[in-house]
Protein backbone atom coordinates (compact mmCIF):
# COMPACT_ATOMS: atom_id res chain seq x y z
CA UNK A 1 0.00 0.00 0.00
CA UNK A 2 1.15 3.46 -0.82
CA UNK A 3 2.04 5.46 1.93
CA UNK A 4 0.31 8.37 1.08
CA UNK A 5 -2.85 10.03 2.61
CA UNK A 6 -5.11 11.98 0.51
CA UNK A 7 -5.15 14.76 3.04
CA UNK A 8 -1.26 15.67 2.41
CA UNK A 9 -2.19 15.63 -1.52
CA UNK A 10 -1.70 19.61 -2.53
CA UNK A 11 -4.80 19.85 -4.45
CA UNK A 12 -5.79 22.70 -6.91
CA UNK A 13 -9.14 23.74 -6.20
CA UNK A 14 -11.46 21.85 -8.75
CA UNK A 15 -11.67 23.09 -11.96
CA UNK A 16 -8.63 25.82 -13.85
CA UNK A 17 -9.26 29.67 -12.65
CA UNK A 18 -12.71 30.40 -14.01
CA UNK A 19 -14.20 33.85 -15.36
CA UNK A 20 -16.06 36.29 -13.13
CA UNK A 21 -19.47 34.19 -12.66
CA UNK A 22 -21.95 36.30 -14.48
CA UNK A 23 -24.87 35.71 -17.23
CA UNK A 24 -23.16 34.08 -19.83
CA UNK A 25 -21.63 30.93 -17.00
CA UNK A 26 -23.39 27.75 -18.19
CA UNK A 27 -24.02 25.72 -15.31
CA UNK A 28 -24.86 21.48 -15.65
CA UNK A 29 -26.30 20.18 -13.36
CA UNK A 30 -26.94 16.70 -11.29
CA UNK A 31 -29.41 15.64 -9.59
CA UNK A 32 -29.32 11.74 -8.20
CA UNK A 33 -30.66 12.22 -4.47
CA UNK A 34 -33.79 9.73 -4.69
CA UNK A 35 -35.63 8.43 -7.33
CA UNK A 36 -35.03 10.66 -10.50
CA UNK A 37 -31.80 11.10 -12.29
CA UNK A 38 -31.18 14.33 -13.91
CA UNK A 39 -28.60 16.34 -15.87
CA UNK A 40 -29.78 20.36 -17.39
CA UNK A 41 -27.83 23.34 -18.82
CA UNK A 42 -29.13 26.56 -17.44
CA UNK A 43 -27.18 29.75 -18.19
CA UNK A 44 -26.84 32.76 -15.79
CA UNK A 45 -28.64 31.03 -13.41
CA UNK A 46 -31.89 31.77 -14.78
CA UNK A 47 -32.21 30.26 -18.19
CA UNK A 48 -32.88 26.73 -18.69
CA UNK A 49 -31.04 25.74 -21.93
CA UNK A 50 -32.07 22.32 -21.26
CA UNK A 51 -33.56 19.72 -18.59
CA UNK A 52 -33.86 16.01 -18.67
CA UNK A 53 -35.40 14.14 -16.29
CA UNK A 54 -35.68 10.25 -16.28
CA UNK A 55 -37.88 8.80 -13.20
CA UNK A 56 -37.66 5.67 -11.80
CA UNK A 57 -41.14 5.97 -10.11
CA UNK A 58 -41.96 2.43 -11.99
CA UNK A 59 -39.57 0.78 -10.46
CA UNK A 60 -40.77 1.63 -7.12
CA UNK A 61 -44.44 1.16 -7.48
CA UNK A 62 -44.55 -2.33 -6.30
CA UNK A 63 -42.48 -1.47 -3.12
CA UNK A 64 -44.78 1.21 -1.85
CA UNK A 65 -41.56 3.57 -1.47
CA UNK A 66 -38.13 4.43 -3.07
CA UNK A 67 -36.15 1.27 -2.38
CA UNK A 68 -32.43 2.98 -2.16
CA UNK A 69 -30.44 0.20 -3.83
CA UNK A 70 -32.98 -0.45 -6.35
CA UNK A 71 -32.27 3.56 -6.76
CA UNK A 72 -28.86 3.82 -6.96
CA UNK A 73 -28.64 0.92 -9.55
CA UNK A 74 -31.10 2.95 -11.89
CA UNK A 75 -29.09 6.29 -11.10
CA UNK A 76 -25.58 4.56 -12.54
CA UNK A 77 -27.41 2.96 -15.82
CA UNK A 78 -29.20 6.35 -16.34
CA UNK A 79 -26.83 9.01 -15.60
CA UNK A 80 -24.21 8.75 -18.98
CA UNK A 81 -27.34 8.88 -21.32
CA UNK A 82 -28.96 11.97 -19.20
CA UNK A 83 -26.34 13.99 -19.34
CA UNK A 84 -25.32 13.16 -23.03
CA UNK A 85 -28.61 14.16 -23.76
CA UNK A 86 -28.82 17.65 -21.69
CA UNK A 87 -25.77 18.21 -23.90
CA UNK A 88 -27.71 17.74 -27.03
CA UNK A 89 -31.12 19.13 -26.50
CA UNK A 90 -29.09 22.56 -25.08
CA UNK A 91 -27.42 22.43 -28.53
CA UNK A 92 -23.84 23.68 -26.84
CA UNK A 93 -20.61 22.38 -27.35
CA UNK A 94 -19.45 20.52 -24.00
CA UNK A 95 -16.51 22.87 -24.09
CA UNK A 96 -18.77 25.85 -23.43
CA UNK A 97 -19.85 24.21 -20.32
CA UNK A 98 -18.05 26.38 -16.92
CA UNK A 99 -19.04 24.38 -14.73
CA UNK A 100 -20.78 21.26 -12.70
CA UNK A 101 -22.92 21.58 -10.23
CA UNK A 102 -24.60 17.79 -8.37
CA UNK A 103 -26.78 17.41 -4.96
CA UNK A 104 -24.48 16.11 -2.26
CA UNK A 105 -26.97 15.90 0.17
CA UNK A 106 -29.92 15.38 1.63
CA UNK A 107 -30.99 11.83 0.43
CA UNK A 108 -30.05 8.46 -0.08
CA UNK A 109 -26.16 8.12 0.72
CA UNK A 110 -26.17 5.22 -2.11
CA UNK A 111 -27.68 7.23 -4.72
CA UNK A 112 -26.26 10.82 -4.08
CA UNK A 113 -22.65 9.03 -4.46
CA UNK A 114 -23.25 8.35 -7.76
CA UNK A 115 -24.26 11.71 -9.11
CA UNK A 116 -20.76 13.14 -7.21
CA UNK A 117 -18.67 10.77 -8.32
CA UNK A 118 -19.67 11.69 -12.28
CA UNK A 119 -20.11 15.24 -11.24
CA UNK A 120 -16.35 15.70 -9.82
CA UNK A 121 -15.08 13.12 -12.95
CA UNK A 122 -16.64 15.18 -15.17
CA UNK A 123 -15.74 18.45 -14.11
CA UNK A 124 -12.35 17.15 -13.62
CA UNK A 125 -11.89 15.94 -17.51
CA UNK A 126 -13.48 19.49 -18.56
CA UNK A 127 -11.36 21.34 -16.33
CA UNK A 128 -14.08 23.25 -14.82
CA UNK A 129 -15.30 23.79 -10.97
CA UNK A 130 -17.05 21.09 -9.30
CA UNK A 131 -19.87 22.76 -7.15
CA UNK A 132 -21.87 20.61 -4.70
CA UNK A 133 -25.67 21.74 -3.63
CA UNK A 134 -28.29 21.38 -1.14
CA UNK A 135 -31.23 19.73 -2.74
CA UNK A 136 -33.71 21.52 -0.77
CA UNK A 137 -31.72 24.99 -1.18
CA UNK A 138 -31.97 24.24 -5.12
CA UNK A 139 -35.84 23.46 -4.42
CA UNK A 140 -35.66 27.43 -3.41
CA UNK A 141 -34.09 28.76 -6.68
CA UNK A 142 -36.66 26.56 -9.24
CA UNK A 143 -38.85 29.34 -8.46
CA UNK A 144 -36.30 31.94 -9.34
CA UNK A 145 -35.90 29.71 -12.98
CA UNK A 146 -39.40 30.92 -14.00
CA UNK A 147 -39.65 34.48 -12.29
CA UNK A 148 -36.87 36.14 -11.90
CA UNK A 149 -38.30 38.46 -10.69
CA UNK A 150 -39.25 37.52 -7.22
CA UNK A 151 -38.43 40.31 -4.50
CA UNK A 152 -36.92 39.75 -1.18
CA UNK A 153 -38.02 38.68 1.67
CA UNK A 154 -39.61 35.42 0.93
CA UNK A 155 -41.38 32.67 2.31
CA UNK A 156 -41.21 29.41 0.61
CA UNK A 157 -43.16 26.32 1.65
CA UNK A 158 -41.20 23.25 0.47
CA UNK A 159 -43.74 20.12 0.82
CA UNK A 160 -42.22 16.86 -0.64
CA UNK A 161 -42.02 13.27 0.73
CA UNK A 162 -39.30 13.98 2.75
CA UNK A 163 -39.84 17.61 4.16
CA UNK A 164 -42.08 20.20 5.07
CA UNK A 165 -40.43 23.11 6.08
CA UNK A 166 -41.46 26.99 5.89
CA UNK A 167 -38.30 28.66 5.07
CA UNK A 168 -37.90 32.64 4.85
CA UNK A 169 -35.14 33.77 1.84
CA UNK A 170 -33.80 36.65 2.94
CA UNK A 171 -31.52 36.94 0.13
CA UNK A 172 -29.56 34.77 -2.09
CA UNK A 173 -28.20 32.11 0.37
CA UNK A 174 -29.60 33.44 3.88
CA UNK A 175 -32.30 31.61 4.87
CA UNK A 176 -34.22 31.43 8.06
CA UNK A 177 -36.47 28.38 8.87
CA UNK A 178 -40.07 28.98 10.40
CA UNK A 179 -41.28 25.87 10.88
CA UNK A 180 -41.31 22.46 9.73
CA UNK A 181 -42.89 18.80 10.72
CA UNK A 182 -42.73 17.33 13.98
CA UNK A 183 -43.04 13.85 12.22
CA UNK A 184 -44.19 12.79 9.41
CA UNK A 185 -43.37 15.19 5.42
CA UNK A 186 -46.64 16.06 3.86
CA UNK A 187 -45.51 14.12 0.70
CA UNK A 188 -45.01 10.60 3.55
CA UNK A 189 -48.37 11.25 4.99
CA UNK A 190 -49.68 11.27 1.34
CA UNK A 191 -48.00 7.86 0.46
CA UNK A 192 -49.23 6.59 3.84
CA UNK A 193 -52.46 7.53 3.21
CA UNK A 194 -52.81 6.13 -0.16
CA UNK A 195 -50.92 3.26 0.47
CA UNK A 196 -53.76 2.41 3.74
CA UNK A 197 -56.48 2.93 0.79
CA UNK A 198 -54.87 0.74 -1.62
CA UNK A 199 -54.47 3.61 -4.41
CA UNK A 200 -51.17 2.95 -5.29
CA UNK A 201 -47.48 4.50 -5.39
CA UNK A 202 -46.55 7.51 -5.39
CA UNK A 203 -49.18 8.64 -2.98
CA UNK A 204 -49.84 12.56 -4.06
CA UNK A 205 -51.17 12.31 -7.66
CA UNK A 206 -52.53 8.67 -6.65
CA UNK A 207 -54.55 11.10 -3.91
CA UNK A 208 -54.87 13.81 -5.91
CA UNK A 209 -57.48 11.81 -8.57
CA UNK A 210 -59.34 9.76 -5.87
CA UNK A 211 -60.01 13.00 -4.42
CA UNK A 212 -61.37 15.06 -7.52
CA UNK A 213 -65.20 13.09 -7.43
CA UNK A 214 -65.08 13.08 -3.40
CA UNK A 215 -66.62 15.79 -0.75
CA UNK A 216 -63.82 17.33 1.14
CA UNK A 217 -66.10 18.13 4.00
CA UNK A 218 -67.25 14.44 4.47
CA UNK A 219 -65.10 13.88 6.97
CA UNK A 220 -63.81 16.27 9.39
CA UNK A 221 -60.71 15.23 10.09
CA UNK A 222 -58.20 16.75 12.67
CA UNK A 223 -56.18 20.27 11.57
CA UNK A 224 -53.28 19.75 14.51
CA UNK A 225 -51.37 22.41 15.57
CA UNK A 226 -53.48 25.09 13.45
CA UNK A 227 -53.38 27.73 15.55
CA UNK A 228 -50.21 26.95 17.61
CA UNK A 229 -46.44 28.44 15.70
CA UNK A 230 -45.83 27.37 12.82
CA UNK A 231 -44.79 23.87 12.74
CA UNK A 232 -47.04 21.08 12.16
CA UNK A 233 -47.67 17.75 12.26
CA UNK A 234 -49.44 14.97 10.26
CA UNK A 235 -48.83 11.85 12.40
CA UNK A 236 -52.14 12.38 14.02
CA UNK A 237 -53.99 12.68 10.85
CA UNK A 238 -52.95 9.50 9.01
CA UNK A 239 -53.86 8.00 12.57
CA UNK A 240 -57.32 8.99 12.38
CA UNK A 241 -57.75 8.45 8.79
CA UNK A 242 -56.83 5.08 9.46
CA UNK A 243 -59.38 5.27 12.43
CA UNK A 244 -62.20 6.03 10.79
CA UNK A 245 -61.76 3.57 7.40
CA UNK A 246 -61.54 0.73 10.14
CA UNK A 247 -65.00 1.95 12.16
CA UNK A 248 -66.59 2.74 8.70
CA UNK A 249 -65.31 0.14 6.26
CA UNK A 250 -68.06 1.05 3.88
CA UNK A 251 -66.79 4.45 3.68
CA UNK A 252 -66.01 6.33 -0.04
CA UNK A 253 -62.54 6.14 -0.47
CA UNK A 254 -63.34 9.12 -3.02
CA UNK A 255 -64.52 11.13 0.45
CA UNK A 256 -61.84 9.87 2.72
CA UNK A 257 -58.95 10.61 0.04
CA UNK A 258 -60.89 14.45 -0.28
CA UNK A 259 -61.61 14.70 3.38
CA UNK A 260 -57.63 13.85 4.13
CA UNK A 261 -56.30 16.52 1.32
CA UNK A 262 -58.62 18.94 2.60
CA UNK A 263 -56.89 18.43 5.99
CA UNK A 264 -53.46 18.99 4.94
CA UNK A 265 -53.57 21.76 2.38
CA UNK A 266 -55.74 23.70 5.05
CA UNK A 267 -52.78 23.46 7.51
CA UNK A 268 -50.68 24.04 4.61
CA UNK A 269 -52.05 27.12 3.98
CA UNK A 270 -52.84 28.25 7.28
CA UNK A 271 -49.24 28.19 8.09
CA UNK A 272 -48.51 29.33 4.90
CA UNK A 273 -50.46 32.83 4.93
CA UNK A 274 -49.45 32.84 8.79
CA UNK A 275 -45.63 32.77 7.76
CA UNK A 276 -45.86 35.30 5.25
CA UNK A 277 -47.54 37.67 7.75
CA UNK A 278 -44.88 37.21 10.63
CA UNK A 279 -41.88 38.34 8.43
CA UNK A 280 -43.77 40.41 6.01
CA UNK A 281 -43.14 38.96 3.01
CA UNK A 282 -43.18 40.31 -0.50
CA UNK A 283 -43.90 36.69 -1.69
CA UNK A 284 -45.53 33.82 -1.04
CA UNK A 285 -43.29 30.31 -3.36
CA UNK A 286 -44.38 26.71 -3.44
CA UNK A 287 -42.03 24.29 -3.95
CA UNK A 288 -41.35 20.65 -3.87
CA UNK A 289 -43.09 17.35 -5.03
CA UNK A 290 -46.00 17.97 -3.29
CA UNK A 291 -46.18 21.11 -4.31
CA UNK A 292 -47.61 19.52 -7.63
CA UNK A 293 -50.88 18.74 -5.88
CA UNK A 294 -54.14 20.52 -7.57
CA UNK A 295 -55.67 21.62 -4.50
CA UNK A 296 -52.91 23.10 -2.98
CA UNK A 297 -52.16 25.13 -5.64
CA UNK A 298 -55.34 26.22 -6.11
CA UNK A 299 -55.55 27.50 -2.53
CA UNK A 300 -51.99 28.92 -1.71
CA UNK A 301 -53.11 31.11 -5.31
CA UNK A 302 -56.15 31.66 -3.41
CA UNK A 303 -54.49 33.08 0.24
CA UNK A 304 -52.03 34.93 -2.04
CA UNK A 305 -54.38 36.88 -3.62
CA UNK A 306 -56.60 37.33 -0.60
CA UNK A 307 -53.77 38.44 1.31
CA UNK A 308 -52.30 40.65 -1.12
CA UNK A 309 -49.23 38.90 -1.46
CA UNK A 310 -47.33 37.84 -4.67
CA UNK A 311 -47.97 34.24 -5.45
CA UNK A 312 -45.69 32.15 -7.30
CA UNK A 313 -46.30 28.32 -8.30
CA UNK A 314 -43.41 26.96 -10.03
CA UNK A 315 -44.70 24.34 -12.98
CA UNK A 316 -45.14 20.88 -11.85
CA UNK A 317 -41.83 20.10 -13.72
CA UNK A 318 -40.14 22.38 -11.49
CA UNK A 319 -41.77 21.71 -8.34
CA UNK A 320 -40.54 17.92 -8.84
CA UNK A 321 -36.93 16.78 -8.16
CA UNK A 322 -34.88 17.69 -11.55
CA UNK A 323 -31.67 19.09 -12.37
CA UNK A 324 -32.49 22.58 -13.69
CA UNK A 325 -32.86 23.67 -9.98
CA UNK A 326 -29.18 22.47 -9.46
CA UNK A 327 -27.67 24.27 -12.04
CA UNK A 328 -29.30 27.28 -10.77
CA UNK A 329 -28.49 27.28 -7.35
CA UNK A 330 -25.29 25.86 -8.51
CA UNK A 331 -24.51 29.26 -10.07
CA UNK A 332 -25.19 31.15 -7.07
CA UNK A 333 -23.14 29.03 -5.07
CA UNK A 334 -20.34 29.38 -7.51
CA UNK A 335 -20.62 33.06 -7.41
CA UNK A 336 -20.65 33.41 -3.35
CA UNK A 337 -18.69 30.87 -2.62
CA UNK A 338 -16.22 29.66 -5.70
CA UNK A 339 -15.95 25.57 -6.69
CA UNK A 340 -16.22 22.86 -4.24
CA UNK A 341 -13.25 20.78 -3.46
CA UNK A 342 -12.64 17.53 -4.87
CA UNK A 343 -12.34 15.84 -2.15
CA UNK A 344 -16.09 15.96 -1.33
CA UNK A 345 -18.25 13.57 -0.65
CA UNK A 346 -22.15 13.07 -0.23
CA UNK A 347 -23.87 14.35 3.03
CA UNK A 348 -27.57 12.06 3.59
CA UNK A 349 -28.43 14.47 6.18
CA UNK A 350 -27.09 18.09 5.03
CA UNK A 351 -28.50 20.88 6.38
CA UNK A 352 -29.15 24.00 4.56
CA UNK A 353 -26.20 26.11 4.11
CA UNK A 354 -26.82 30.11 5.66
CA UNK A 355 -30.14 28.83 7.44
CA UNK A 356 -30.42 30.27 10.57
CA UNK B 1 -2.00 4.29 -25.21
CA UNK B 2 -2.71 5.34 -22.01
CA UNK B 3 -4.77 3.80 -19.55
CA UNK B 4 -6.62 4.93 -16.80
CA UNK B 5 -7.43 1.96 -14.13
CA UNK B 6 -9.83 2.65 -11.29
CA UNK B 7 -10.62 -0.16 -8.77
CA UNK B 8 -13.22 0.51 -5.67
CA UNK B 9 -14.77 -3.07 -5.15
CA UNK B 10 -14.13 -3.35 -1.81
CA UNK B 11 -12.43 -1.43 0.82
CA UNK B 12 -9.73 -0.08 -1.44
CA UNK B 13 -9.45 2.49 -3.10
CA UNK B 14 -7.16 2.12 -6.53
CA UNK B 15 -5.60 4.16 -9.01
CA UNK B 16 -3.39 3.65 -11.60
CA UNK B 17 -2.53 4.82 -15.04
CA UNK B 18 -0.07 2.58 -17.57
CA UNK B 19 -0.05 1.64 -21.30
CA UNK B 20 3.11 -0.26 -22.82
CA UNK B 21 5.75 0.72 -20.77
CA UNK B 22 4.09 -0.99 -17.74
CA UNK B 23 2.45 1.10 -14.92
CA UNK B 24 3.54 4.46 -14.74
CA UNK B 25 1.80 5.76 -11.47
CA UNK B 26 -0.62 4.22 -9.51
CA UNK B 27 -2.32 4.99 -5.83
CA UNK B 28 -3.96 2.69 -3.17
CA UNK B 29 -5.85 3.17 0.15
CA UNK B 30 -7.43 1.18 2.36
CA UNK B 31 -9.12 1.84 5.65
CA UNK B 32 -8.90 5.83 4.52
CA UNK B 33 -11.40 8.09 3.92
CA UNK B 34 -14.91 6.51 2.21
CA UNK B 35 -14.17 5.79 -1.53
CA UNK B 36 -16.09 9.16 -3.26
CA UNK B 37 -13.85 11.28 -1.02
CA UNK B 38 -10.73 9.51 -1.94
CA UNK B 39 -10.94 8.95 -5.73
CA UNK B 40 -11.25 11.97 -7.58
CA UNK B 41 -8.14 13.29 -5.92
CA UNK B 42 -6.29 10.44 -6.32
CA UNK B 43 -7.05 10.16 -10.24
CA UNK B 44 -5.90 13.85 -9.90
CA UNK B 45 -3.19 13.07 -7.78
CA UNK B 46 -1.64 10.26 -10.04
CA UNK B 47 -2.14 12.35 -12.89
CA UNK B 48 -0.18 14.97 -11.58
CA UNK B 49 3.19 13.20 -10.11
CA UNK B 50 3.68 11.31 -13.23
CA UNK B 51 3.24 14.14 -15.28
CA UNK B 52 0.32 13.08 -17.97
CA UNK B 53 -2.47 15.29 -18.85
CA UNK B 54 -5.97 13.59 -18.22
CA UNK B 55 -6.53 14.51 -21.72
CA UNK B 56 -3.38 12.15 -22.52
CA UNK B 57 -5.85 9.20 -21.74
CA UNK B 58 -6.47 7.17 -24.31
CA UNK B 59 -8.92 4.48 -22.55
CA UNK B 60 -10.56 3.68 -19.11
CA UNK B 61 -10.84 0.59 -17.50
CA UNK B 62 -12.61 0.12 -14.32
CA UNK B 63 -13.34 -3.06 -12.09
CA UNK B 64 -17.34 -4.37 -12.88
CA UNK B 65 -17.67 -6.09 -9.03
CA UNK B 66 -18.62 -8.57 -8.44
CA UNK B 67 -17.85 -6.26 -4.29
CA UNK B 68 -19.16 -4.05 -2.59
CA UNK B 69 -21.92 -2.13 -4.51
CA UNK B 70 -22.07 1.44 -3.22
CA UNK B 71 -18.19 1.65 -3.30
CA UNK B 72 -18.42 -0.25 -6.42
CA UNK B 73 -21.02 2.15 -8.32
CA UNK B 74 -18.70 4.85 -6.71
CA UNK B 75 -15.75 3.83 -9.19
CA UNK B 76 -18.25 3.05 -11.95
CA UNK B 77 -19.69 6.01 -12.10
CA UNK B 78 -16.45 7.77 -12.22
CA UNK B 79 -15.65 5.75 -14.51
CA UNK B 80 -18.39 5.51 -17.03
CA UNK B 81 -17.83 9.54 -16.28
CA UNK B 82 -14.62 10.61 -17.25
CA UNK B 83 -14.41 8.21 -20.25
CA UNK B 84 -17.88 10.09 -21.68
CA UNK B 85 -16.29 13.31 -21.17
CA UNK B 86 -12.49 12.70 -22.52
CA UNK B 87 -14.40 10.65 -25.26
CA UNK B 88 -12.37 7.38 -25.39
CA UNK B 89 -13.93 3.53 -25.40
CA UNK B 90 -14.00 1.57 -21.75
CA UNK B 91 -12.55 -1.84 -20.63
CA UNK B 92 -14.96 -3.59 -17.50
CA UNK B 93 -12.71 -6.29 -15.34
CA UNK B 94 -14.31 -8.79 -12.67
CA UNK B 95 -12.67 -8.27 -9.31
CA UNK B 96 -12.37 -12.10 -9.36
CA UNK B 97 -10.56 -11.55 -12.39
CA UNK B 98 -8.07 -8.95 -10.91
CA UNK B 99 -7.49 -11.27 -7.84
CA UNK B 100 -6.66 -14.22 -9.50
CA UNK B 101 -4.12 -13.24 -12.07
CA UNK B 102 -1.30 -11.78 -10.15
CA UNK B 103 -1.33 -15.69 -8.42
CA UNK B 104 -1.27 -17.19 -11.66
CA UNK B 105 2.74 -18.51 -11.26
CA UNK B 106 1.33 -21.41 -9.54
CA UNK B 107 0.10 -25.13 -10.97
CA UNK B 108 -3.00 -24.77 -8.16
CA UNK B 109 -6.50 -24.13 -9.37
CA UNK B 110 -7.19 -20.49 -8.30
CA UNK B 111 -9.84 -19.51 -6.27
CA UNK B 112 -10.73 -16.15 -6.00
CA UNK B 113 -13.00 -15.25 -3.12
CA UNK B 114 -14.18 -11.54 -1.77
CA UNK B 115 -15.70 -10.88 1.26
CA UNK B 116 -19.95 -10.04 0.12
CA UNK B 117 -20.60 -9.51 3.89
CA UNK B 118 -24.21 -11.00 5.61
CA UNK B 119 -21.94 -14.73 5.58
CA UNK B 120 -21.68 -14.39 1.89
CA UNK B 121 -18.76 -14.58 -0.64
CA UNK B 122 -18.26 -13.69 -4.03
CA UNK B 123 -15.81 -16.01 -5.79
CA UNK B 124 -14.92 -17.38 -8.98
CA UNK B 125 -12.31 -20.22 -9.78
CA UNK B 126 -9.27 -20.35 -12.47
CA UNK B 127 -6.58 -22.28 -14.21
CA UNK B 128 -3.22 -20.86 -14.59
CA UNK B 129 -2.67 -20.71 -18.51
CA UNK B 130 0.70 -19.35 -20.15
CA UNK B 131 0.48 -15.46 -19.63
CA UNK B 132 -2.71 -15.33 -17.88
CA UNK B 133 -5.53 -17.23 -16.17
CA UNK B 134 -8.54 -18.74 -17.70
CA UNK B 135 -11.97 -18.88 -15.71
CA UNK B 136 -13.23 -22.55 -14.83
CA UNK B 137 -15.63 -21.89 -12.54
CA UNK B 138 -18.07 -18.69 -13.73
CA UNK B 139 -18.48 -16.06 -10.66
CA UNK B 140 -20.96 -16.60 -8.32
CA UNK B 141 -22.39 -15.85 -4.58
CA UNK B 142 -22.82 -18.06 -2.41
CA UNK B 143 -22.17 -18.89 1.64
CA UNK B 144 -18.51 -20.31 2.42
CA UNK B 145 -20.45 -23.90 2.47
CA UNK B 146 -21.23 -23.41 -1.18
CA UNK B 147 -17.42 -22.44 -1.64
CA UNK B 148 -16.58 -25.38 -0.20
CA UNK B 149 -18.64 -27.74 -1.70
CA UNK B 150 -18.11 -26.54 -5.01
CA UNK B 151 -14.02 -26.89 -4.21
CA UNK B 152 -14.54 -30.43 -3.16
CA UNK B 153 -16.72 -30.91 -6.60
CA UNK B 154 -13.50 -29.87 -9.22
CA UNK B 155 -11.14 -31.89 -6.31
CA UNK B 156 -8.20 -29.78 -7.59
CA UNK B 157 -5.06 -29.11 -5.24
CA UNK B 158 -6.03 -25.38 -4.84
CA UNK B 159 -4.79 -21.78 -3.87
CA UNK B 160 -7.18 -19.35 -2.41
CA UNK B 161 -7.07 -15.78 -2.90
CA UNK B 162 -9.12 -12.40 -1.34
CA UNK B 163 -10.50 -11.23 1.81
CA UNK B 164 -13.15 -13.79 1.67
CA UNK B 165 -11.16 -16.59 1.12
CA UNK B 166 -8.78 -15.43 4.54
CA UNK B 167 -12.16 -14.50 6.54
CA UNK B 168 -12.96 -17.66 6.10
CA UNK B 169 -9.63 -19.57 6.45
CA UNK B 170 -10.52 -21.24 9.24
CA UNK B 171 -13.74 -23.48 7.97
CA UNK B 172 -12.35 -23.79 4.63
CA UNK B 173 -8.45 -25.09 6.19
CA UNK B 174 -11.15 -27.67 8.08
CA UNK B 175 -13.05 -29.39 4.96
CA UNK B 176 -9.94 -28.74 2.35
CA UNK B 177 -6.52 -29.09 2.00
CA UNK B 178 -5.28 -25.87 0.25
CA UNK B 179 -2.85 -22.82 0.15
CA UNK B 180 -3.63 -19.05 0.85
CA UNK B 181 -2.26 -16.45 -0.98
CA UNK B 182 -0.79 -14.29 1.18
CA UNK B 183 -2.68 -10.84 2.20
CA UNK B 184 -0.70 -8.55 0.88
CA UNK B 185 -2.46 -9.77 -2.55
CA UNK B 186 -5.79 -9.68 -1.07
CA UNK B 187 -8.18 -6.98 -2.39
CA UNK B 188 -8.16 -6.59 -6.10
CA UNK B 189 -5.58 -3.61 -7.89
CA UNK B 190 -5.50 -1.14 -10.29
CA UNK B 191 -2.06 -2.35 -11.56
CA UNK B 192 -3.68 -5.62 -12.45
CA UNK B 193 -6.16 -3.64 -14.17
CA UNK B 194 -4.49 -2.07 -16.27
CA UNK B 195 -2.00 -4.53 -17.12
CA UNK B 196 -4.75 -6.55 -18.57
CA UNK B 197 -6.83 -4.06 -19.83
CA UNK B 198 -3.47 -3.17 -21.66
CA UNK B 199 -3.59 -6.88 -23.63
CA UNK B 200 -7.19 -6.28 -24.58
CA UNK B 201 -7.05 -2.40 -25.29
CA UNK B 202 -4.18 -4.05 -28.18
CA UNK B 203 -7.24 -6.19 -29.85
CA UNK B 204 -9.48 -3.09 -29.98
CA UNK B 205 -11.80 -5.80 -27.27
CA UNK B 206 -13.67 -2.41 -25.94
CA UNK B 207 -16.79 -1.38 -25.15
CA UNK B 208 -18.86 2.63 -24.94
CA UNK B 209 -19.17 4.08 -21.28
CA UNK B 210 -22.57 3.19 -21.48
CA UNK B 211 -22.15 -0.77 -22.18
CA UNK B 212 -20.26 -1.20 -18.87
CA UNK B 213 -22.63 -2.61 -16.87
CA UNK B 214 -22.11 -3.93 -13.02
CA UNK B 215 -21.70 -7.72 -11.86
CA UNK B 216 -23.67 -7.18 -8.97
CA UNK B 217 -24.61 -11.18 -8.65
CA UNK B 218 -27.19 -10.16 -5.70
CA UNK B 219 -30.45 -8.67 -5.94
CA UNK B 220 -31.28 -6.32 -3.95
CA UNK B 221 -32.55 -7.37 -0.27
CA UNK B 222 -35.91 -5.53 -1.44
CA UNK B 223 -36.44 -7.43 -4.50
CA UNK B 224 -35.57 -11.18 -2.54
CA UNK B 225 -37.61 -10.39 0.15
CA UNK B 226 -40.70 -9.12 -2.58
CA UNK B 227 -40.53 -12.13 -4.37
CA UNK B 228 -40.36 -14.55 -1.43
CA UNK B 229 -43.38 -12.66 -0.61
CA UNK B 230 -45.51 -13.07 -3.32
CA UNK B 231 -44.29 -16.89 -3.26
CA UNK B 232 -45.39 -17.55 -0.08
CA UNK B 233 -48.51 -15.64 1.00
CA UNK B 234 -50.33 -13.41 -2.11
CA UNK B 235 -51.81 -11.43 1.44
CA UNK B 236 -49.14 -10.68 2.99
CA UNK B 237 -49.08 -7.07 2.47
CA UNK B 238 -53.09 -7.08 4.37
CA UNK B 239 -54.50 -3.66 5.88
CA UNK B 240 -56.22 -2.33 2.41
CA UNK B 241 -59.55 -2.19 2.78
CA UNK B 242 -60.38 -2.55 -0.92
ZN1 LIG C 1 -36.72 17.16 -3.88
Known sequence: MSGFDVSDVPLRPSGRPSRPVDEHTLVLGIETSCDETAAALVLGGDDVASSVVSTQVDLHAQYGGVVPEIASRAHLDMLNPIVARAIVEAGVPESRIDAVACTIGPGLIGALLVGVSAAKSLALAWDVPFVGVHHHEAHLYAAFLEDPTLEFPLVVLLVSGGHTMLIEMQDHGRYRLLGRTIDDAAGEAFDKVARFLGLGYPGGPAIDREAVNGDPEAIAFPRAMLHDGLDVSFSGLKTAVMNHVRKHPDVSSEDVAASFQAAVVDVLVHKSRRAAQQVGAKGLVLAGGVAANSSLRERFLDACVADGVQGFLPSREMCTDNAAMIAAAGWHRLRADGATPLDCGAFPNLRIPGLT | ?242
Not at chain 2, 233 to 238: E, L, V
Open chain 2, 1 to 242: MLILGIETATEQVSVAIGGHEGVLGMFEVCRGRRHAETLTPAIQFVCQQADIELAEIGLVAVDVGPGLFTGMRVGLAAGKALAQALRVPMIGMSSLDLLAFPVRHTSRTIAAVIDARKGELFYACYKPVPGGVQRVLEPRCGRVDDLIADLMARGDDTICVGDGALRYADEIKNDLNCEFAEQFSSRPSAGPLVQLAHARALREDWVNPWEIHPLYLRLPDAQINWSSRVQGNTDATGGTVR
